[in-house]
């Protein structure tokens, strides 16, 4: 098998938080031993609740935070022993808020150029040429050139956040819920020019989103955290038809459907989520399972393989004391 493009090996984030105003610093592990591998040409799409380690991630594989065990290579080089020019051309950024990521006192034409400029790439003429054809492969015409992001609608200024990420023509995009503050009919056709940039310039994309319908769409392999680590991997069509996890189940039935009298989902989680400074014992998910025995509570569920990844869950282990091969969830 060729180099991943983009891997992850054993990756710990720790933070310290202080509780109180003399309460001691105690280790927050927003990322816990995680273990990724992208292909040249893969959609990842990653999913979880808020909080669960998600955007943490995508920081560090943007560089902008230092793991604090682990490592992250990028064509089989470490991603700290690389330039952070050379490491910036070959993975971008679209961020949640098209709004909040774009600099407002700047035109379109500063925006989408500045990479250009930043990394000393070719003439004012060249550059130009290079922003004009990367706003028509978005989809916006010339005449924005000149204008502000207040001027221009949300999906126009994601097509402007894309247009930025993409004029270097980067391998890898982290795309950081990039249509969660879109219009439903603004999310469809930014996900069609993200599934059509990709299948034209073989890019691989590490998408984080909540909405599940839109992982589905995108993505060929689904990733499930579940604080800071991945419960659940596999290929985007066996995950949704048949999860392995009691959580992956749980997320994929807290999804609305378009009949009203189904009223809301109910996931069965509770409305508290686990203190991630002082996670549960065991197997982090037993106190909002409800599969979970004594044994959960007391020991941590090891990675099974699956199909397209692994899933960590007591009941698919077959060398553990409740591995039932005939369970589904």
């Known amino acids: 098998m060729s180099t991943p493009v983009l891997e992850l090996r054993n990756v710990v984030k720790t933070y310290r938080v202080k509780q109180g105003l003399f309460g001691k610093p105690k280790p927050l592990k927003a990322v816990n031993d995680v273990s990724i591998t992208l292909q040249k040409g893969e959609v990842l799409g990653l ?3 808020s909080g669960c380690g998600k955007s943490t991630l995508a920081k560090i594989l943007l ?6 065990e682990g490592s992250v290579l990028v064509d089989g080089e470490e991603i700290g022993e690389q330039n952070r020019l050379a490491l910036a051309r070959r993975i971008q950024p679209i961020f949640q808020d098209p709004y909040s990521s774009l600099n407002p006192r700047k035109t379109i034409a500063d925006i989408v150029s500045l990479p250009l400029r930043v990394h000393n790439i070719g003439d004012a003429k060249s550059r130009e040429k290079s922003l004009r054809e990367t706003l028509e492969l978005v989809g ?12 221009m609608s949300g999906g126009q200024r994601q097509r402007v956040a894309i247009a930025r990420a993409l004029i270097m023509h980067p391998e890898i995009v982290i795309c950081d819920e990039p249509t969660s503050a879109l219009d439903v009919s603004v999310q469809s056709q930014i996900l069609n020019l993200l599934n059509d940039l990709r299948a034209e310039f073989g890019l691989t994309y590490l998408f984080i989103s909540h909405d599940l319908a839109v992982v589905e769409h995108l993505a060929t392999r689904v990733a499930v955290m579940y604080l800071g680590r991945i419960v659940e991997e596999a ?9 392995r996890h009691p959580y992956s189940r749980a997320l994929l039935n807290s999804v609305l459907t378009p009949d009203p009298s189904q009223g809301v989902p109910d996931t069965q989680l509770g409305a508290a989520y686990p203190n991630p400074i002082d996670p549960p014992s065991g197997c982090h998910f037993h106190p909002r399972c409800p599969f979970a025995q004594d044994h959960c509570k007391t020991t941590a569920p090891r990675p099974v393989p699956r199909k397209g990844g692994h899933v960590e869950c007591h ?4 060398e553990g004391p409740m591995y039932r091969p005939d369970f589904t969830v």
Request: hydrophobic share 35%.
């Open 235 to 243: 290929d985007v069509a066996d995950l949704f038809e048949a999860p």
């Open 315 to 318: 009941l698919h282990d077959p």
């Open 47 to 49: 999913v979880g609740e």
């Open 63 to 68: 560089g902008l935070e230092a793991t604090t």
């Open 140 to 151: 916006l015409p010339s005449r924005v050139l000149n204008t502000y992001p207040s001027q």
